[in-house]
């Protein structure tokens, strides 16, 4: 058998990047995922920008059963981790369904990667599990809060991981967080498709640059921020992607280890430098108003990097304009 990196979630936004950064890095993938927010059509995308197929599985993070047949027929050496629920907004009206993907549905995985003797995990967190931050830039030792069910959810893994690790020896765990990624790939042939009205910035923002809807909605004007609108730290999923199979290199050279690390570019940019960048890589106008606050939004928020330079020797490399420039080559192709 040929040893395969297991990426959960690898039909999604961010997994099927990674997919296409891990088979370019010269890694076997299969795919597990239940497509609850994605499409299969992903599958035939990764092959026409890398030459191959990625196996994949349709089934469900929480189906032991389904988890233990995969493991059984396939030398999986490492499991990436990026199935879940991941809208805020939702998660406070639907708190059992993330608890039970999020929490519930990670817990499954690792009981199936015990029983297979697998001990190789990275896995999905965020900058969100920081809260509202007390000093920026964030570094991995802030102290970590939840506002919402999703944040807690990635919390409550994350503490379940040290748990694992410090239970049992031998689990080589890489807890990643991510800023907030956005992009595409640069051939346009994957990207972010979120369904019905985008939660995020830039999925809404490429939306009204192409005619799809009216008018962006900026939430604030008057946040202590340079001109008063949102700052975060806008990250390239194939950036991310990159950090990805550093951290899968990482924990494969450790005898054990817990890895901690934030996955950002250490910049912070407000919700008008992006309209703006936006504007000039697509050369159409956004229109916007200013309206409330979002209940729930930070200030601003943006990511000490250096621990991540130095575990993994890894930094992202690409800047606003690459993120807008693909994310529009994206929002064009798949509106046509
Ligand atoms: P996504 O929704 O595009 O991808 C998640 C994938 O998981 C989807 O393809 C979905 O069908 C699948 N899935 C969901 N529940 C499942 C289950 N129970 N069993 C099997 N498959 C299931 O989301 P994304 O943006 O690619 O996010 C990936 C991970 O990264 C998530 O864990 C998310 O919480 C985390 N994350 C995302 C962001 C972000 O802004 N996108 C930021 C920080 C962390
Ligand atoms: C960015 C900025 C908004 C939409 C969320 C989750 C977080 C993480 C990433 C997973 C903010 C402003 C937004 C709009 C706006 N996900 N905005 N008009 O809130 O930083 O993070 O996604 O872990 O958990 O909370 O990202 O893209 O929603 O917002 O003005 O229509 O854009 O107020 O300042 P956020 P975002």
């Not at 999703?150 to 967080?177: C, F, M, P």
């Not at 430098?273 to 930070?298: L, N, W």
Request: aromatic share 8%.
């Amino acid at each position: 058998m040929i040893p395969t990196i297991l990426v959960t979630g690898g039909a999604g936004f961010i997994g099927s990047h990674t997919t296409v950064a891990l088979q370019e890095a010269g890694y076997r993938v299969l795919i597990l995922d239940n497509l609850c927010n994605s499409s299969p059509t992903v599958l035939r995308r990764i092959e026409q920008i890398t030459g191959v197929e990625p196996e994949f599985v349709q089934a469900d993070i929480r189906d032991g059963g389904a988890l233990d047949a995969l493991f059984q027929a396939h030398q999986i050496t490492a499991v990436m981790h990026f199935a879940g629920l991941k809208a805020v907004g939702e998660s406070t009206r639907l708190p059992l369904a993330y608890y039970d993907n999020n929490v519930n549905g990670s817990v499954q995985l690792l009981s199936a990667m015990q029983r297979a003797n697998v001990n190789t995990f990275v896995f999905s967190s965020s900058a969100t599990v920081y809260g509202d931050p007390q000093k920026l830039p964030l570094t991995e030792d802030h102290p970590r809060s939840a506002t919402n069910p999703y944040g807690h959810t990635k919390l409550v893994v994350e503490d379940i991981l040290e748990s694992l690790y410090n239970a049992q020896a031998g689990w080589r765990i890489a807890r990643l967080r991510y800023f907030n990624p956005v992009g595409a790939h640069p051939s346009a042939l994957i990207g972010e498709a979120p369904q019905g009205v985008p939660n995020n910035l830039m999925p809404y923002v490429a939306q009204v640059a192409a005619g799809q809807r009216d008018r962006l909605q900026v939430f604030g004007s008057d946040y202590d921020t340079p001109d008063g609108t949102g700052v975060r730290d806008y990250i390239h999923v194939m950036d991310l992607a990159q950090g990805h199979v550093a951290a899968l290199r990482y924990c494969e050279q450790a005898r054990q280890d817990l890895l901690t690390v934030n996955l950002g570019t250490g910049k912070g940019y407000s919700v008008l430098d992006m309209v703006r960048a936006f504007e000039q890589a697509s050369r159409k106008t956004v229109a916007y108003d200013i309206v409330a606050r979002r209940p729930g939004d930070i200030a601003a928020c943006w990511a000490d990097t250096s621990l991540a330079e130095q575990k993994l020797g890894w930094r992202a490399g690409k800047n606003i304009k690459d993120m807008c420039e693909d994310a529009w080559r994206w929002q064009a192709a798949s509106a046509g």
